[in-house]
C-alpha cells in the first residue's frame, strides 16, 4: 500500500467542500497572486507568482539552463522535459525547505508562470527570446514536454505549469497595455491559438494566464472568445491575468470605467486569479451588484483545487522527501551545459572550426560579451553558484596566451564614463593584431532586448528597432575584421540578428546559454562536441522588408508565409560533420516516416532530422510547407542508421479563411532532411532534403 495518505475525495470535492466554509471576504482573498490566509480552516497565505522558464527565477540559487528559444533551438522533446523535470525538482526542493522557515513569499511557490508559447512571430520582439520559437507545432511538442516535465506524472502534482500569455500576444511590448491584437479567423487557428489547444488537451496544463492586449476588441483576461475556446478545448484549471492586465482594462484600454467594472468583467468572464491588485475592489463590486458572489465561488475551488492537487493540505506527499541538496547539483549544472551545447547554432563555417590548438599560440577574446554574465542569463533567471563566461570557458581550454579587450560597451559609444567616443577600439585592434585567432563576442542582454518595464517586472527593456547590433559594436566588428586575423563571431542574443560579418571565418549563434555558456562554447569551439543547435526562428536580413510589427497577419512572417528576406532560414544549424538523409518512405497505418540517414563526414555529431510537408493542390495551403515531424539523433562517422518520426496528427490539414480546419487535398509533398527543402538552405548546407510524394485515397 502506498505509504502517503489515501485520498478518499477527489480534489474537486476537497476543494468544494473548503470554500463552503470561507465567507465571501474570505473568498475573495484567495482571487489575488498574494492571497490571504484562513487560519481557522487551516488555510495558509500562498503567494501564486513563480516563474521558471529555464531555472527557477528570483528565488535565490538554482540551476540556470539556456533561455527558451535556446532550449527551442536543441529541437528535441526529451530534452526539454528533463529540463523541466529538474526545475520542478528545485522548485520543490526549494519550497520545501522555504515552507520549514515559514517563508511562503513571491516566487516561492509551487505556481510556475511557464511555458511562455506565444509565437515569436516578428524578430523586433524584444520578449521572443522567452518562446519557443516561431513554429506552432514545434511550439506544441516543445511546450507539452515542458509541461509534462514541470507537473509529473503522479496523483499530486509536482508544481503546476502555466500556458502564457493567451493569446496574440508577441509584440509591440510598448503598446501591449492598450493594444488591440486584429487576427483573422485563419491566421488564429492556423497559428496563435494551436499551442494553447495542445497543452490543453495533451498535457493538461493546470493554468492558463492572460495577456495584456486586447484580441479583436475583446481584452484577453475577459474574452468570452479565449473563455470559450478554453471550454471548447475542456480546459480543467485555473486561470490568472498577467500582472496588473486587469488595471488595464480601465486605465488603458478603457472598457471599463472603474477598478469596480474591471473587476467584476474578468471574474464573470473566467478570470481566477489577478496578479495585481485590481481583485481588492471585488468586495465592493459584489455589493453593488456588478458581479455576483457565486463567481467569486467558483473561482476559490478552482484556486483551492490546484493548492489541493499540489498536496498543500495533505500532512505528506511524494515530493516532500526533495531535499535542498538536489539545488544546483553537480548533476543539474553537467546537464546545464549539455543543453547549451546541443543549442548552439553554427551559422557559418569556412573550415576554420573546431580550432586546432596545435596552429595557434595566441587566441584573442573580444567584445563587450566576452566577459558578460547578462550574456548567460536571459530574461527572467535565478542566482548561480557557478557561472562560465564566454572568456572564462576559451581561456580554461586553450594553453597558449589568451588576450581580452571589452571592445565596446554593449550600446552606448564609450565604457568609461569619462572616456572618448570608441575609447576601447584601439585596444581591441591591438589584442586582434597580437593574437593569431580571435574570438569575437558580440550581441545583445535582456538590459536591451527584453520585456516592457513595468510595475511588477525586474527590467526597463523592450523590443529592438532593427535587426543590427548597436551601433558600437558594429563598429568593433569593422574594426577587428579589418585586421584580417582567422576571427569567429559569437553571438548572444534572443532574436535574430545579423553581424554584417560576411568576411568572418564562422559565426555561432549562442542565444543566453545559461550558466556554464562559456564552457559549451569552448567545448565546440575546440571541437569536443559537433554543434548541433537548429533555429527555431528565421534570422532575417533587416527589418526594412519585415511587415508593419502591428500587423498580426501572418503573410510574410515566419517560414511558412515568408517571401523574401532570409539570412539564414527557420531548421537551419551546421556540425562539423555532413549528416544527408539517403531515403524515405512513409507509411499511412502508422502515420509514421522512416528515413535512412547516413553520416558521410568525418566527425561524430548530434543531427536533428527534420519531416516537412506541402500540400499540393488546397488554396488554404501555407505558402510553403511546414514542419510535421522532428527527431534528435546521434550518429557517428561512417555509421547509417534508419530514424523512424510519428508525423504530426494534423499534418494534412489545412486552416481556411473562416478557420475550420480539415484535409482539402489528396496530393502532397514529404520531405526529410536536416533543413528545411528550400533553396537556401540546400545552398548553405550543400545538403538536399529526399522527398516522397503522398497521395490519399
Not at 471576504?25 to 480552516?41: D, F, N, T
Not at 535565490?60 to 526545475?87: H, N, S, W, Y
Not at 576559451?394 to 567616443?421: C, N, V, W
Not at 543590427?468 to 575584421?481: D, E, F
Request: proline share 3%; glycine share 8%.
Amino acid at each position: 500500500m502506498d505509504k502517503y495518505k489515501i485520498r478518499t475525495l477527489s480534489a474537486q470535492e476537497r476543494a468544494e467542500d473548503l470554500v463552503s466554509k470561507m465567507t465571501v471576504e474570505e473568498k475573495v482573498g484567495q482571487l489575488s497572486h498574494s492571497a490571504s490566509a484562513v487560519e481557522r480552516l487551516g488555510v495558509t497565505k500562498y503567494n501564486w507568482w513563480n516563474e521558471s522558464l529555464h531555472g527557477v527565477a528570483r528565488a535565490g540559487t538554482a540551476t540556470m539552463f539556456p533561455q527558451a528559444i535556446g532550449l527551442a533551438a536543441i529541437f528535441d522533446d526529451q530534452t526539454m522535459k528533463r529540463v523541466a523535470e529538474i526545475c520542478s525538482t528545485e522548485a520543490r526542493a526549494k519550497y520545501n525547505q522555504n515552507i520549514k522557515n515559514n517563508d511562503n513569499g513571491i516566487y516561492k511557490g509551487l505556481t510556475i508562470w511557464s511555458p511562455n508559447i506565444n509565437i515569436f512571430r516578428d524578430p523586433r520582439w524584444g520578449r521572443g527570446q522567452e518562446t519557443y520559437g516561431e513554429c506552432p507545432f514545434l511550439t506544441s511538442r516543445l511546450g507539452i514536454a515542458f509541461v509534462e516535465g514541470l507537473q509529473g506524472d503522479k496523483e499530486v502534482l509536482k508544481t503546476s505549469a502555466c500556458a502564457k500569455h493567451f493569446a496574440c500576444h508577441s509584440g509591440p511590448e510598448g503598446l501591449r497595455h492598450e493594444f488591440d491584437a486584429e487576427v483573422g479567423k485563419k491566421d488564429m487557428n492556423e497559428t496563435y491559438l494551436p499551442a494553447f489547444e495542445a497543452l490543453v488537451k495533451e498535457a493538461n496544463v493546470e493554468s492558463v494566464m492572460g495577456a495584456y492586449n486586447r484580441v479583436n476588441g475583446e481584452p484577453a483576461c475577459a474574452s468570452e472568445f479565449l473563455t470559450g475556446k478554453l471550454a471548447q478545448w475542456g480546459f480543467k484549471g485555473h486561470f490568472v491575468s498577467d500582472c496588473w492586465a486587469i488595471r488595464d482594462f480601465h486605465t488603458k484600454h478603457m472598457i471599463t470605467s472603474t477598478p469596480e467594472e474591471s473587476a467584476a468583467l474578468a471574474l464573470k468572464l473566467g478570470c481566477d486569479c489577478n496578479c495585481g491588485d485590481t481583485y481588492e475592489y471585488l468586495l465592493s463590486a459584489i455589493k453593488a451588484g456588478l458581479v455576483s458572489e457565486d463567481y467569486a465561488t467558483d473561482s476559490a475551488i478552482r484556486l483551492m483545487r490546484t493548492r489541493v492537487k499540489l498536496g498543500m493540505f495533505d500532512e505528506s506527499c511524494e515530493y516532500d522527501e526533495i531535499g535542498y541538496d538536489v539545488v544546483s547539483s553537480h548533476e543539474h549544472k553537467q546537464f546545464s551545459r549539455e543543453c547549451a551545447e546541443k543549442s548552439m547554432v553554427l551559422l557559418k563555417n569556412n573550415g576554420l572550426l573546431p580550432i586546432d590548438r596545435s596552429k595557434y599560440k595566441s587566441i584573442g577574446v573580444i567584445g563587450p560579451n566576452a566577459a558578460s554574465l547578462d550574456a548567460l542569463r536571459g530574461n527572467y533567471y535565478g542566482t548561480c553558484d557557478e557561472y562560465k563566461t564566454f572568456l572564462d570557458g576559451i581561456r580554461e581550454a586553450f594553453d597558449g596566451r589568451t588576450y581580452y579587450s571589452e571592445g565596446s560597451h554593449l550600446f552606448k559609444e564609450t565604457i568609461q564614463p569619462l572616456g572618448e567616443p570608441g575609447d576601447s577600439y584601439a585596444e581591441a585592434i591591438a589584442v586582434a593584431e597580437h593574437s593569431d585567432i580571435v574570438v569575437l563576442c558580440v550581441g545583445l542582454d535582456a538590459t536591451i532586448e527584453g520585456e516592457e518595464g513595468d510595475t511588477g517586472n525586474a527590467f526597463a527593456a523592450g523590443d529592438k528597432s532593427d535587426l543590427y547590433l548597436p551601433r558600437s559594436q558594429r563598429t568593433l566588428v569593422s574594426k577587428v575584421l579589418a585586421v584580417n586575423k582567422p576571427t569567429i563571431i559569437v553571438m548572444a542574443s534572443g532574436s535574430s540578428l545579423n553581424p554584417l560579418g560576411n568576411t568572418a571565418d564562422a559565426i555561432i549563434q549562442a542565444w543566453y546559454p545559461g550558466q556554464l555558456g562559456g564552457k559549451a562554447l569552448a567545448n565546440i569551439l575546440f571541437g569536443e562536441v559537433s554543434p548541433s543547435g537548429k533555429l527555431p526562428v528565421t534570422f532575417y536580413e533587416n527589418a526594412d522588408l519585415l511587415p508593419d510589427f502591428e500587423d498580426y497577419s501572418m503573410k510574410n512572417r515566419t517560414y511558412r508565409y515568408l517571401e523574401n528576406n532570409v539570412l539564414y532560414p527557420f531548421g537551419y544549424g551546421l556540425t562539423y560533420s555532413k549528416v544527408v538523409c539517403k531515403s524515405l518512405d512513409y507509411n499511412s497505418v502508422t502515420n509514421t516516416a522512416n528515413v535512412l540517414v547516413e553520416n558521410i563526414g568525418n566527425y561524430d555529431t548530434d543531427e536533428v532530422i527534420q519531416l516537412y510537408i506541402s500540400d499540393e493542390t488546397s488554396k488554404w495551403a501555407v505558402r510553403n510547407h511546414k514542419l510535421c515531424g522532428f527527431k534528435r539523433i546521434h550518429i557517428k562517422k561512417g555509421e547509417s542508421v534508419e530514424v523512424k518520426i510519428t508525423i504530426s496528427k494534423d499534418a494534412f490539414d489545412i486552416v481556411d479563411q473562416e478557420g475550420r480546419r480539415y484535409v482539402d487535398s489528396k496530393k502532397f509533398t514529404l520531405y526529410a532532411g536536416v533543413n528545411q527543402p528550400d533553396t537556401l538552405s540546400e545552398d548553405l548546407t550543400g545538403v538536399q532534403c529526399t522527398k516522397y510524394q503522398i497521395e490519399l485515397l
